[in-house]
């Protein structure tokens, strides 16, 4: 099978975010809280170094998201029905974000902290 043209390839990759943010609630959620975040970024002029953590931050749990819900579709396809090992597979993705998501929480405290307390 022949691959498609690079900018095909981009179409495809974006229409996959978008299909995200209108039928994934947690995306359109965290989606939310990485606008905030841009928000805070110009509110608080963050420095660069500053600034591009919170964006990686927020891009992980982003990315997480999409990984975790790719997994529950494709689970979704080989075993429609209840299955305890698949919920076990999706309950390790879901884990996934969560883990990322505290992560970036702890990023914004360590970098907020210091432009509304400092």
């Excluded at 179409?11 to 965290?30: D, P, S, W």
Aim: with cysteine; proline share 3%.
């Amino acid at each position: 099978m022949q691959k498609p043209p690079i900018h095909k390839s981009f179409l495809h990759a974006f229409r996959g975010v978008l299909m995200m943010i209108k039928t994934e609630r947690n995306f359109q959620i965290e989606l939310l809280f990485f606008f905030i975040n841009l928000f805070f970024i110009f509110y608080f002029r963050l420095n660069n170094t500053d600034a591009a953590l919170v964006i990686i931050a927020s891009f992980a749990v982003l990315s997480a998201e999409i990984f975790n819900s790719a997994i529950e579709k494709i689970c979704d396809i080989i075993q429609p029905n209840f299955d305890k090992r698949i919920g076990f597979i999706k309950d390790i993705a879901a884990g996934a974000v969560v883990l990322t998501a505290i992560a970036a929480v702890i990023v914004g405290v360590l970098v907020y902290w210091k432009y509304i307390f400092g």
